[in-house]
């Protein structure tokens, strides 16, 4: 960076903004945030969307921290940030003087790998601003996870700061082990006497019983948070798809809105989960907060000073909607006590013991150097910060700390998976219905560990009313791509968004036979290759594939990996059948879906379409595994070939 480029020293201000989907990209800029902070920046974290670009010139520099999201796209609360830096209109000279570093967020098994902060980094270059430091990726199939790149990224951008934005002689950087003091804090809420009417509590509605109506289902629960941008549902079935003794519980899920809204193959609905009364309980006793508990609080900002604006947005928007909120709603609705803990969390606590080796041992997690360490006891046993404070007694967490301890719950995304006559109601509204798998396994450390949200929906009884969004997905399918040849690939709960698919071919087949006196529409035909462990456990909508051919032109593959032998999987089938996958998708030039497991699953249905390409074809058509490979890549680019995996 040029002398002329460096901006006053005096002012030293931080932006730190982030585009994220699952909430990943929103820790990393925290992190940054504090990394910032203990830096002598005046540190701002937020959305991206929250800022307009022209505002970005007023700070120092500007730190993106982004996911990448469907088919290389930039996540939801980045979208119109990022349709601002794309007019026209906009000179090259629009963020001159603005220095700037980004951190990505990514999944390696994507063919657009990082897509979204590389094409940020590529525009804010292009309208002048000034790159100061190289751009970090983070790959979800890494070994470590996200945080075996970020952390090396982040040491060297720390010394990075240090140099090109100097502290004046006598002042050093706030240690480490130095408690930063939170931005936003709880207090006591001034009780009105003057109003005796009980006002409604988040975390109240909730009552526990079982019914012959539905059994197992034992939680009946209205959700009245006041969460953005999202829809009153009410449930209408949780159905079990599997055996009772099958591993794993996988429900079918449908949800009604009373108005009619649209959505397409491939858009997903976001569940925001509540906890468990019983989890609360236990962190209300750990915590020694039974006297607060269900007294009135009020969030504010611990500075008397900062206005609450746009530029300073509480950590939880919407509270202030309620009148009465306590510790205890506020445990229940909105903190995730049930997360895997971030680095960060351990940095935090430590400063609430008076115990010297638990101190001592809660920031050697925090310390770079002991990343295996820390994998080891948080990720690989998937140990929630409600275990890890049992196993730290010694930390209590002041009640007036809370939000800046605990992260926020955010919402779980689940594809749809109704399509066609399927999504509306008798009455004209609008159906949602989900394949849902609910996470529960056994860990390396023999502890049962269930998902936040999937163990919410498991137990949830129709005549819940939820607040849901209704997200776009990346799938993105045009009328031309629906309509077209296809190849529909989804193991297991991958099958949701397929299924969509399907109903809504089925759908525009309907509708043309109406409008032409029953002649076959141009539609061209589909495969569904579907993979699973038992016909008899997991073979979901089994019965409609049947129905569905009758309507559309639908061939379905199978593949159980575990109903013989050898075990047989989607790859497989794809191999056995070459020529017809080389037909559909080189001379029909049919799109292919693939969705489901973000693991092994998408390369190796990439390795075994590449063998399709190159030896199924006539002789010569494409004689090397390159030119197999420039095939399929040529597809991705046109947008013939999509991943949707999680």
């Known amino acids: 960076m040029t002398e002329s480029q460096a901006p006053a020293i005096q002012k030293r201000s931080a932006l730190i903004l982030y585009g994220s989907e699952t909430g990943n990209a929103h820790e990393v800029a925290e992190e940054l945030g504090v990394l910032a902070e203990r830096l002598h920046f005046v540190t701002q974290v937020s959305e991206m969307n929250h800022v307009k670009p022209e505002s970005l010139r007023s700070h120092n520099v ?238 504010v900002p611990r500075d008397s000073q900062q206005t609450v604006d746009e530029d300073h947005l509480p950590p939880i928007p919407g509270l202030e909607a309620y009148p009465k909120l306590t510790l205890r709603a506020l445990l229940m ?82 594809s749809i998976a109704s399509g066609g006559e399927l999504k509306r109601t008798p009455e004209g509204g609008t159906k949602f219905e989900l394949l849902i798998a609910t996470v529960k396994y056994r860990t390396i450390i023999k502890r049962i560990r269930e998902g936040v949200c999937t163990r919410y929906l498991s137990v949830l009884r129709p005549g819940s009313t939820l607040r849901v969004q209704l997200q776009r997905g990346g799938l993105n399918s045009s009328v031309g791509q629906l309509t077209g040849t296809t190849v529909l690939i989804g193991p297991g709960t991958g099958v949701a968004p397929l299924r969509s698919m399907l109903w809504e071919k089925a759908a525009l087949v309907k509708e043309y036979k109406e409008q032409n006196q029953g002649a076959e529409p141009p539609i061209g035909p589909t495969i569904l290759l579907y993979g699973g462990r038992n016909r008899t456990s997991d073979y979901f909508f089994e019965d409609e594939w049947q129905q569905l051919s009758d309507l559309i032109k639908l061939q379905v593959f199978t593949a159980f990996s575990r109903d013989q032998g050898q075990k047989v999987y989607v790859q497989d089938v794809i191999r056995q059948n070459l020529g017809l996958f080389y037909q559909y998708l080189h001379e029909l030039s049919g799109t292919v879906y693939v969705c489901g497991s973000s693991g092994r699953m998408p390369q190796a249905v990439r390795e075994s379409l590449t063998e399709a390409f190159q030896r199924g074809g006539p002789e010569g058509e494409i004689s090397s595994r390159e030119e197999a490979e420039e095939y399929l890549v040529g597809m991705e680019k046109i947008g013939r070939y999509k991943q949707e995996t999680w």
Request: proline share 10%; with cysteine; glycine share 4%.
């Open 62 to 299: 500007i730190i993106f921290a982004i996911s990448t999201t469907g088919q290389g796209d930039l996540p939801a609360n980045a979208r119109s940030f990022w349709r601002s830096l794309l007019l026209k209109k906009l000179p090259p000279t629009f963020l001159s003087g603005v220095n700037f570093v980004s951190f990505g967020l990514g999944d390696s098994s994507y063919p657009k790998f990082n897509w979204a902060a590389r094409k940020l980094n590529k525009r804010l270059q292009q309208l002048g601003a000034n790159e100061v430091y190289p751009c970090g990726e983070a790959d979800q199939q890494h070994p470590e996870g996200l945080e075996g790149t970020f952390l090396p990224w982040m040491t060297d951008f720390r010394k990075f700061l240090l140099e090109a934005y100097p502290l004046p002689p006598g002042q050093d950087p706030i240690p480490d082990d130095a408690q930063l003091p939170p931005k936003w804090v709880l207090q006591p809420q001034i009780q009105d006497t003057s109003d005796q009417t009980e006002p409604t509590v988040p975390g109240a509605q909730e009552s526990r019983t079982d019914s012959d109506a539905s059994p197992g289902l034992t939680r009946l629960d209205h959700d009245l948070r006041p969460l953005p941008d999202t829809l009153a549902a009410t449930l209408t079935g949780n159905k079990r798809v599997t055996p009772p003794k099958h591993w794993q519980d996988v429900r079918h899920v449908s949800l009604t809105v009373p108005d009619a809204v649209s959505y397409v193959p491939g858009d997903m609905l976001a569940i925001t989960p509540k906890n468990f009364a019983d989890d609360v309980e236990a962190m209300i006793k750990m915590m020694g907060w039974e006297e607060q508990a269900d007294l009135p609080v009020s969030l």
């Open 333 to 414: 609705d909105y903190l995730d006590i049930r997360a895997i803990p971030r680095r960060a969390f351990f940095s935090t606590i430590a400063h609430y013991t008076k115990d010297e080796m638990h101190k001592e041992r809660l920031l050697e997690f925090t310390n770079p150097e002991f990343l295996d360490e820390f994998w080891d006891y948080t990720t690989r046993p998937r140990r929630s910060i409600i275990e890890v404070l049992y196993e730290f007694d010694s930390v209590k967490i002041p009640w007036q700390h809370a939000v800046s301890v605990f992260p926020v719950l955010r919402a779980r995304q689940f």
